[in-house]
């Protein structure tokens, strides 16, 4: 498959996923966000492959939307806004029940959408000097699309802190609010991302498959057809369309 917004890469059983738009931090535009969906829904279909890694090139892992894209989304109706955000919360669906190990390398800047990639992965490595926020409320909207998956991945109390206030935050704090599971130079996260690997190789494919469903069923996440991502959409589509009739 050819994609422009990212790489893809394979070696034997783990498939690599690089978001490639370097010159704008990685920032998500309506065409990464297709093709990423498009990537992981491919790699899961693929009996071949155990292991997704999900990356970014460049600076940073994700700077959050593009500034141009939320221009363009603000100065259309809400049809087009919630048809658009169903994309979006439909690629954080995709990534969160993906039959594969998905495992998300941090490094630089993790904003917004980018902690909607993270927290609907298994595993979060992130570099100790990367930086986090949810800037949403600072720009006159909230996380609406990303924060099933942060909820159920940190919990109420951390999203009250960090969605409400919009402050960044280190990766040291996101390893306490448990949206990561390690943090680390980079050679060491590289070394807990082989460890990882490895260990997901030796496991049976329908094994981690009926693990993964068990964990959803347990956390009470388990339907992709559950209201929530739907009043999500519906949501940031309302905010969206109210900003641009306030310009």
């Known amino acids: 498959m050819d994609f422009t917004t990212i790489q893809i890469g394979i070696e034997k059983n783990v498939a690599r996923i690089a978001l490639n738009r370097p010159e704008v931090r990685n920032a998500m535009n309506a065409q990464m966000i297709r093709e990423l969906t498009e990537a992981v829904k491919w790699l899961d279909s693929r009996d071949d492959i155990m292991v997704i890694e999900i990356c970014g090139n460049g600076k940073c892992f994700?700077?959050?939307a593009d500034l141009n894209y939320m221009k363009e989304m603000a100065n259309v109706g809400y049809e087009e806004n919630a048809a658009d955000a169903r994309r979006l919360a439909?690629?954080?669906?995709?990534?969160?029940?993906?039959?594969?190990?998905v495992i998300s390398l941090v490094h630089g800047a993790c904003?917004?959408?980018?902690?909607?990639?993270?927290?609907a992965s298994d595993i979060v490595l992130a570099e100790k000097e990367t930086k986090f926020?949810?800037?949403?409320?600072?720009?006159?909207?909230?996380?609406?699309?990303?924060?099933?998956?942060?909820?159920?991945?940190?919990?109420?109390?951390?999203?009250?802190?960090l969605m409400l206030s919009g402050r960044r935050f280190s990766a040291q704090e996101a390893f306490n609010f448990k949206l990561v599971n390690?943090?680390?130079?980079?050679?060491?996260?590289?070394e807990?991302?082989?460890?990882?690997?490895?260990?997901?190789?030796?496991?049976?494919?329908?094994?981690?498959?009926?693990?993964?469903?068990?964990?959803?069923?347990?956390?009470?996440?388990?339907?992709p057809n559950d209201p929530v991502f739907e009043k999500t959409a519906q949501a940031i589509a309302i905010q969206r369309t109210m900003m641009s009739s306030e310009r």
């Open 62 to 64: 994700c700077a959050g």
């Open 90 to 101: 439909n690629l954080f669906k995709t990534i969160y029940f993906c039959n594969k190990a």
């Open 111 to 119: 904003v917004g959408g980018g902690n909607g990639i993270t927290a």
């Open 133 to 161: 926020a949810f800037p949403e409320v600072k720009i006159g909207l909230t996380p609406a699309t990303i924060s099933p998956f942060v909820i159920a991945k940190c919990g109420e109390t951390a999203v009250h802190d």
């Open 182 to 190: 390690f943090v680390g130079t980079m050679d060491e996260i590289n």
């Open 192 to 223: 807990r991302l082989n460890f990882y690997i490895k260990e997901f190789l030796e496991v049976k494919p329908m094994a981690l498959r009926n693990c993964k469903m068990l964990l959803r069923t347990v956390a009470h996440r388990d339907d």
